[in-house]
């Protein structure tokens, strides 16, 4: 009989330092992910975090975002707290939680907060709680700019104008906005949802001070999951990633989780790494200008399965 997983809610899910632009700059990053009850939504289509809820109390989450700021130091300019969920909605980051949090990261004079959030708790009060303490990003996931493709393919429950109020809403109080865009929603083709992702970004431009381009994998428990053990959904290619990124002006950045993997965004294999890394050194320095000359096999192959697939389903993207 195998054993019942024990959770320890007094310590994030995770936490990692890393490097983020601040100002145009190169900055040292620490980012968390802290055990909520989760998303209240809990409704989309991609996202499996839900299986990392858990009835966390404002205690423990003040407990694990102090276990997480252990990894922080001096030179840690930039901390982005994730919660898999909406780090403004009170019933998953309780009040007391969210303003000592708040409180102490201000003491200890981080330059940048970056949260995650639905446009539907971004309020005026909500962020002035943020802005009265320290400069933050609102971080919102749009995912396309298409409603029918967000309602439909992904659920995400909002509309393109529920972003944008959002979006003027916080730079009105004097605050910024990151828009995360996602490469290849289920029921999208390659070339579709290549198409879809430029010309989001493109329109979220206006509202968003930087654009995040999300590649989409595999989680456990979802309607993609199921797609792809069907043999209905493949990961996006990474080729697909590096003509979005060429194809809209900066600042886009993206974190190719799980790249080279079967569930996560691939090529061939033999490239995997080389375009993968290339795509993290451009979310630092903006350059497209090394994205430019890489090459594979592989990348003919691409090509030649997003002309198939027009030829099937049709340039209705």
């Given at each position: 009989?195998?054993?019942?997983?024990?959770?320890?809610?007094?310590?994030?899910?995770?936490?990692?330092r890393?490097?983020?632009?601040?100002?145009?700059?190169?900055?040292?990053?620490?980012?968390?992910?802290?055990?909520?009850?989760?998303?209240?939504?809990?409704?989309?289509?991609?996202?499996?975090?839900?299986?990392?809820?858990?009835p966390a109390?404002?205690?423990?989450?003040?407990?694990?975002?102090?276990?997480?700021?252990?990894r922080?130091?001096?030179?840690?300019?930039?901390?982005?707290?994730?919660?898999?969920?909406?780090?403004?909605?009170?019933?998953?980051?309780?009040?007391?939680?969210?303003?000592?949090?708040?409180?102490?990261?201000?003491?200890l004079?981080?330059?940048?907060?970056?949260?995650?959030?639905?446009?539907?708790?971004?309020t005026?009060?909500?962020?002035?709680?943020?802005?009265?303490?320290?400069?933050?990003?609102?971080a919102?996931?749009?995912?396309?700019?298409?409603?029918?493709?967000?309602?439909?393919?992904?659920?995400?429950?909002?509309?393109?104008?529920?972003?944008?109020?959002a979006?003027?809403?916080?730079?009105?109080?004097?605050?910024?906005?990151?828009?995360?865009?996602l490469?290849?929603?289920?029921?999208?083709?390659?070339?579709?949802?290549?198409?879809?992702?430029i010309?989001?970004?493109?329109?979220a431009?206006?509202?968003?001070?930087?654009?995040?381009?999300?590649?989409?994998?595999?989680?456990?428990?979802t309607?993609?999951?199921?797609?792809?053990?069907?043999g209905?959904?493949?990961?996006?290619?990474?080729?697909?990633?590096?003509?979005?990124?060429?194809?809209?002006?900066?600042?886009?950045?993206?974190?190719?989780?799980?790249?080279?993997?079967?569930?996560?965004?691939?090529?061939?294999?033999?490239?995997?790494?080389?375009?993968?890394?290339?795509?993290?050194?451009?979310?630092?320095?903006?350059?497209?200008?090394?994205?430019?000359?890489l090459?594979?096999?592989c990348?003919?192959?691409?090509?030649?399965?997003?002309?198939?697939?027009?030829?099937?389903?049709?340039?209705?993207?």
């Amino acid at each position: 009989m195998a054993k019942e997983r024990v959770l320890d809610l007094r310590r994030p899910v995770t936490v990692w330092r890393s490097q983020d632009l601040q100002d145009g700059r190169t900055a040292q990053s620490l980012t968390m992910i802290l055990r909520t009850v989760g998303c209240r939504w809990n409704r989309c289509t991609m996202c499996g975090f839900a299986g990392e809820g858990a009835p966390a109390s404002a205690l423990d989450l003040i407990a694990q975002f102090e276990c997480a700021m252990q990894r922080s130091s001096s030179d840690v300019s930039v901390v982005k707290i994730y919660t898999s969920g909406s780090f403004l909605d009170s019933a998953e980051m309780p009040i007391m939680a969210r303003d000592e949090i708040l409180k102490r990261l201000a003491a200890l004079g981080i330059k940048k907060l970056v949260i995650e959030t639905r446009p539907e708790y971004v309020t005026p009060q909500t962020i002035e709680i943020c802005l009265a303490r320290l400069p933050t990003e609102f971080a919102i996931g749009l995912e396309t700019a298409s409603d029918l493709i967000r309602e439909n393919a992904i659920k995400k429950g909002f509309s393109f104008q529920d972003f944008a109020d959002a979006a003027e809403a916080v730079h009105r109080q004097g605050g910024r906005v990151k828009a995360y865009l996602l490469l290849k929603p289920p029921l999208l083709t390659e070339g579709q949802a290549m198409r879809d992702a430029i010309a989001s970004a493109r329109a979220a431009r206006s509202h968003a001070d930087i654009i995040s381009l999300n590649l989409c994998n595999v989680q456990r428990n979802t309607m993609v999951e199921r797609m792809w053990e069907r043999g209905e959904y493949r990961p996006p290619w990474l080729w697909s990633a590096l003509e979005v990124l060429k194809s809209v002006p900066g600042p886009i950045v993206c974190d190719p989780v799980g790249a080279g993997t079967r569930r996560g965004p691939h090529n061939c294999g033999e490239c995997d790494d080389s375009v993968a890394d290339a795509i993290r050194t451009h979310a630092l320095s903006q350059d497209v200008a090394p994205l430019q000359s890489l090459d594979c096999p592989c990348k003919s192959t691409w090509t030649e399965l997003m002309e198939l697939e027009e030829q099937s389903f049709g340039n209705i993207v």
